[in-house]
C-alpha cells in the first residue's frame, strides 16, 4: 500500500485530475471545518486530553486520565479527547463518570482507532484531515492535560505549546503527566534546544509536570482561580 501511495505521488499527473482532485479536497476541508464549528460552537469552557490510544484499561496512566478527567469535569469543564481508546476512552469514561460534556473527535485511520463508547452522541465526530482536527482540539479547549503517548500525542503536545509561544492563543495551561516518562524530552529541551538557543528560557514555563490526578486538576484550577474565571455555567 506504502508503495502504490509513493508510485503515485512521484506520478505526472494531468491538468485535469491536479484540478480535479485538489479542488474536491477544498470543499471537503471547508466541511469538516464547518460542521466542526457549528458543533463545538456552545460546548463552553474544555480541556483537551492527549495520550496514546495503545494503552489498556489495567494501565496506571488510563485509571490516572479516567480520575483527571472526572475531576475536571467537576469543576465545571467539559473534556475533549480524540474519541478513540486508550487515554482517549479513558478521558471520555472521566466526563462521562462525571456527568460532564464528553466530546470526542475521531479520525479515520487504518487501525487502532474506533469510538469509544462514553462520547455523548451530538458531540461525536469524525474526521479525514489531522489538520482539521487540531484545530479543533485547540480552538475549543481552555486547557490541555497531555498523558504518556506516541507520535500523534507529541505532535498534539507541541502544536499547543507552538501556539501559546508564538501568541496565537492564550497562555493556557498545559499539564504534562508522569515525569519519568516526560523525563528524556524535558531533559533535551534543556540541554539541546535552549542550550543552542532555538528557544526562551520562559518557554519552558508553557508546561508543568505533574505525578498524581490530583496535582494535574489542581494546577487547571490554580490557573482559572488565578485569572477569577468562573466556568461553571
Not at 479520525?107 to 487502532?112: A, R
Request: charged letters at 25%.
Amino acid at each position: 500500500m506504502n508503495e502504490t501511495k509513493l508510485h503515485n505521488s512521484l506520478r505526472q499527473k494531468t491538468w485535469d485530475e491536479t484540478i480535479t482532485k485538489d479542488s474536491w479536497m477544498v470543499f471537503k476541508v471547508m466541511a469538516e471545518f464547518v460542521d466542526g464549528y457549528e458543533k463545538l460552537a456552545k460546548i463552553g469552557p474544555c480541556v483537551s486530553i492527549f495520550g496514546s490510544a495503545r494503552l489498556k484499561p489495567e494501565s496506571k496512566y488510563y485509571e490516572m486520565a479516567v480520575e483527571i478527567a472526572e475531576k475536571i469535569t467537576r469543576l465545571g469543564f467539559g473534556i475533549i479527547t480524540g474519541g478513540g481508546p486508550g487515554i482517549m476512552e479513558a478521558g471520555n469514561k472521566g466526563a462521562f463518570n462525571g456527568k460532564g460534556r464528553s466530546i470526542g473527535l475521531n479520525i479515520d485511520l487504518p487501525f487502532e482507532q474506533h469510538f469509544n463508547p462514553y462520547i455523548n452522541k451530538s458531540y461525536s465526530m469524525n474526521f479525514d484531515y489531522f489538520f482539521v482536527r487540531k484545530v479543533m482540539f485547540v480552538k475549543y479547549s481552555q486547557g490541555f492535560v497531555v498523558m504518556p503517548g506516541g507520535f500523534g500525542t507529541l505532535d498534539e503536545l507541541t502544536e499547543a505549546m507552538t501556539l501559546i509561544q508564538t501568541n496565537k492563543i492564550g497562555k493556557f495551561p498545559i499539564v504534562l503527566v508522569g515525569s519519568e516518562f516526560w523525563g528524556g524530552l524535558l531533559d533535551w529541551f534543556k540541554a539541546t534546544l535552549l542550550k543552542e538557543g532555538m528557544i526562551a528560557e520562559d518557554d519552558l514555563d508553557l508546561y508543568r509536570v505533574v505525578d498524581t490526578a490530583d496535582e494535574a486538576v489542581a494546577h487547571i484550577k490554580a490557573f482559572y482561580d488565578k485569572y477569577s474565571v468562573n466556568v461553571n455555567f
